[in-house]
Antibody, heavy 121, light 107 residues
Framework: EVHLLESGGGLVRPGGSLRLSCAAS????????MNWVRQAPGKGLEWVSF????????HYADSVKGRFTISRDYTKGTVDLQMNSLRADDTAVYYC??????????????WGQGTPVTVSS | DIQMTQSPSSVSASVGDRVTITCQAS??????VTWYQQKPGKAPKALIY???NLLDDVPSRFSGGGSATHFTLTISSLQPEDFATYYC?????????FGGGTKVEVK
């Protein structure tokens, strides 16, 4: 059974940093791309970042490009999102999602429960 | 960037009703559309990928259609557990983008 568990969320001041982690299990980790998707309070879904199964391709939403970095650790089976220069509009629940494909994005068929990030002074 | 315009933003319906949600892409995206269902406080759940392919464990009352720029999600006979918010997403090109969502409410 596929299981995704996010951690690392919390309260951070504007301009600060936070590192989210997603522990994945129940599937061959290197065979699937992974995504981070966020949802601001009372708002819709916003795709944040993508990393391919091999880790050789990454993509970012314009709103986070240059501030966020996605990476994956094959020994630990984790996908991380390093978030720097955080702003109030980064406040959201952040979801880790497993893609149905390896080299590009097809669909997210498994999701974690989400970890909340609040950026406030 | 590809914009996904979803309509309506909300719909009031009764159990047994047929409900159709549409998503318009700002440029042709072949069939690279996924539909998600989200209930309050829960993570989204993928229902349909590739515009018309039902994922495992998704009831057959859900169906998807369309190609290029116009896509639909239809619930043939609304059930109590179907009251939720639905989103389309394009995976044709990065940055991936979601529609604004459609809330299906009790009439």
């Amino acid at each position: 059974e596929v299981h995704l568990l996010e951690s690392g969320g919390g309260l951070v001041r504007p301009g600060g940093s936070l590192r989210l982690s997603c522990a994945a299990s129940g599937f061959t980790f290197s065979n699937y791309a992974m995504n981070w998707v966020r949802q601001a309070p009372g708002k819709g879904l916003e795709w944040v970042s993508f990393i391919s199964g091999a880790g050789d391709s990454t993509h970012y939403a314009d709103s986070v490009k240059g501030r966020f970095t996605i990476s994956r650790d094959y020994t630990k089976g984790t996908v991380d999102l390093q978030m720097n220069s955080l702003r109030a509009d980064d406040t959201a629940v952040y979801y880790c999602a497993k893609d149905g494909c390896k080299t590009s994005s097809c669909y997210n068929n498994h999701w974690g429960q989400g970890t909340p990030v609040t950026v406030s002074s | 960037d590809i914009q996904m315009t979803q309509s309506p933003s909300s719909v009031s319906a009764s159990v047994g009703d047929r409900v159709t949600i549409t998503c318009q892409a700002s440029q042709a995206i072949s069939s690279w559309v996924t539909w998600y269902q989200q209930k309050p406080g829960k993570a989204p759940k993928a229902l349909i990928y590739g515009a018309s392919n039902l994922l495992d464990d998704v009831p057959s009352r859900f169906s998807g259609g369309g190609s290029a720029t116009h896509f639909t999600l239809t619930i043939s006979s609304l059930q109590p557990e179907d009251f939720a918010t639905y989103y389309c997403q394009q995976t044709n090109s990065f940055p991936l983008t979601f529609g604004g969502g459609t809330k299906v409410e009790v009439k």
